[in-house]
């Protein structure tokens, strides 16, 4: 196992659960300090999914782990996060992964305005604010790591026939936003090139059957459409290592590790049982 992220201090957001919890495990076992983002300190449910909990297995590593309780979604508790993160490490942030995420699942002839709001505000708006405020700080260091989880859905499908998926039309404002976000990150990697900020985005090929997907969308999708944490968030660290001339790119998890001939590793940052 590498300490490649020795030294470095990041930020995941959703990082209670899930791939958020996955990308910060593999993050401190190869070095990073990390404050975890999230609305969730504690569960009371039993169900799992806290910050505590992350916390937890992150700090068996022997780095700084930190907390920031927060809602993204709002212009308040959003402006603290990096503030609280960066006093909590001791210096400014060199890696931002935006994980957090807000989707729903009404039909798009259905969707309420306040139900757009909150997607886009997750999904858009927040990583953008996320990013604008760590830039000052990479662009004094010269570097910078920023990575946004993108999605498949991001993708237009031309019709007719329309193939919606078995979700139907539910997903469509969740893959508007990802497309957004999609934009963002070229746009941003393009008026940062030069400066040692890398902004890229990566996504499943398809699904990621995380705590959270599983509540969204059940058994919708069959088995052979998901692939595991361990080889989105494999994609997500390499990303948070790049050079400064890889930048503004939008991948897919499955075609970086293939591309790049990675090894999908444990979260531990062990060699996967059974290998890749």
């Not at 990479?138 to 329309?162: C, D, H, K, Y």
Request: proline share 4%; aromatic share 4%.
């Amino acid at each position: 196992m590498t300490q490649r992220f020795t030294g470095r201090r990041a930020i995941v957001t959703g990082a209670s659960r899930g791939i958020g919890a996955g990308i910060a495990q593999r993050l401190c076992a190869e070095g990073a300090d990390v404050v975890l983002v999230a609305r969730t300190l504690e569960t009371s449910d039993g169900t799992g999914g806290s910050l505590h909990e992350t916390q937890q297995l992150c700090e068996k590593y022997g780095t700084t782990v930190g907390i920031v309780v927060a809602d993204i979604t709002d212009d308040a508790d959003r402006s603290r996060v990096i503030p609280e993160a960066t006093a909590i490490l001791g210096g400014p942030i060199d890696i931002l992964v935006n994980n957090a995420a807000a989707a729903t699942t009404a039909p798009i002839t259905e969707i309420t305005p306040t139900q757009q709001r909150l997607a886009y505000e997750a999904n858009v708006i927040a990583p953008l604010a996320l990013a604008q405020t760590v830039i000052p700080a990479m662009r004094e260091s010269g570097q910078g790591w920023i990575v946004n989880l993108t999605s498949v859905g991001a993708t237009v499908v031309e019709g007719p026939p329309f193939y919606l998926g078995p979700q139907g039309s539910t997903m469509e404002i969740y893959g508007a936003t990802k497309a957004a976000l999609n934009r963002t990150t070229a746009g941003l990697a393009g008026d940062l090139y030069g400066t040692g900020i890398r902004v890229n985005a990566v996504g499943p090929r398809v699904a990621v059957m995380s705590d959270g997907f599983a509540e969204l969308m059940g058994d919708a999708l069959p088995a052979e459409f998901f692939e595991s944490i361990e080889e989105i968030v494999e994609a997500v660290v390499a990303l948070c290592d790049c050079d400064s001339e890889t930048t503004g790119k939008i991948r897919y998890s499955l075609d970086l590790i293939e591309q790049w001939k990675l090894d999908v590793r444990e979260l531990d940052g062990s060699p996967r049982v059974g290998g890749q």
